[in-house]
Nanobody
Framework: QVQLVESGGGLVQAGGSLRLSCTAS????????MGWFRQAPGKEREFVAA????????PYSDSVKGRFTISRDNAKNTVYLQMNNLKPEDTAVYYC?????????????????WGQGTQVTVSS
């Protein structure tokens, strides 16, 4: 079972930036698509971004399009989420996830392994 460890969350003012990282254990990272989801208090987990095993981008969530960028480095077993122009409504726990296949969709059911999450808080 792969282990996913997120880092990079924190407290930032509106308009600021953060970069999240997620490092995976094991030797099959490059075989799988990867994704980022988030969950705010009292809300369901929602899709943010995903990337195929070769770097193809799944369309971003409308709420983050133009502000967030997903990328991956297969040599480092790491996927990133660059978040710019952050807004208070971006406040949530952000989860990294590994897809079952090489090109994931945008549903939680497309992903089989999840990290424990990292908190992002954006103050106004």
């Amino acid at each position: 079972q792969v282990q996913l460890v997120e880092s990079g969350g924190g407290l930032v003012q509106a308009g600021g930036s953060l970069r999240l990282s997620c490092t995976a254990s094991g030797r099959t990272f490059s075989d799988h698509g990867m994704g980022w989801f988030r969950q705010a208090p009292g809300k369901e987990r929602e899709f943010v971004a995903a990337i195929s095993r070769t770097g193809g981008i799944v369309p971003y969530s409308d709420s983050v399009k133009g502000r967030f960028t997903i990328s991956r480095d297969n040599a480092k077993n790491t996927v990133y989420l660059q978040m710019n122009n952050l807004k208070p409504e971006d406040t949530a726990v952000y989860y990294c996830a590994q897809g079952y296949g090489g090109w994931p969709g945008g549903r939680t059911a497309d992903f089989g392994s999840w990290g424990q999450g990292t908190q992002v808080t954006v103050s106004s």
